[in-house]
């Protein structure tokens, strides 16, 4: 069972980038399935999250409306549009799935696949 995110890199403020995470091994259509961020000197934060039918999905209040978290499950991966990045959105991304709780909490996920970084230049 792993997840694997890619699609990070350099991008200028107010530009765009796209992640994808990628599962294998598991049953992913029915798994919740969430992005996380975790900035330099600062706490690993909630950014998105989407159920697996795609009927639900929640944001962290300073994403929405810029960022957009989907999912193909023919292909068993979700991805991270970002729009309009800032460089307060510079961190690393990361995919994770299966939420025992509440989605905003970093403890109540049990799956997680590395880092990607991304880095917003201004």
């Known amino acids: 069972v792993q997840l694997q995110a890619s699609g990070g890199g350099l991008v200028q403020a107010g530009g765009s980038q796209r992640l994808s995470c990628a599962a294998s091994?598991?049953?992913?259509?029915?798994?919740?399935m969430g992005w996380f961020r975790q900035a330099p000197g600062k706490e690993r934060e909630f950014v998105a999250g989407i159920t697996g039918n795609s009927q639900i999905t929640f944001y962290k209040d300073s994403v929405k409306g810029r960022f957009t978290i989907s999912r193909d499950n023919a292909k068993n991966t979700v991805y991270l549009q970002m729009n309009s990045l800032k460089s307060e959105d510079t961190a690393v991304y990361y995919c994770?799935?299966?939420?025992?709780?509440?989605?905003?909490?970093?403890?109540?996920?049990?799956?997680w696949g590395q880092g990607t970084l991304v880095t917003v230049s201004s």
């Open positions: 994770a799935a299966d939420p025992g709780g509440t989605w905003d909490k970093v403890a109540n996920w049990k799956l």
């Open positions: 091994g598991r049953t992913f259509s029915s798994s919740v």
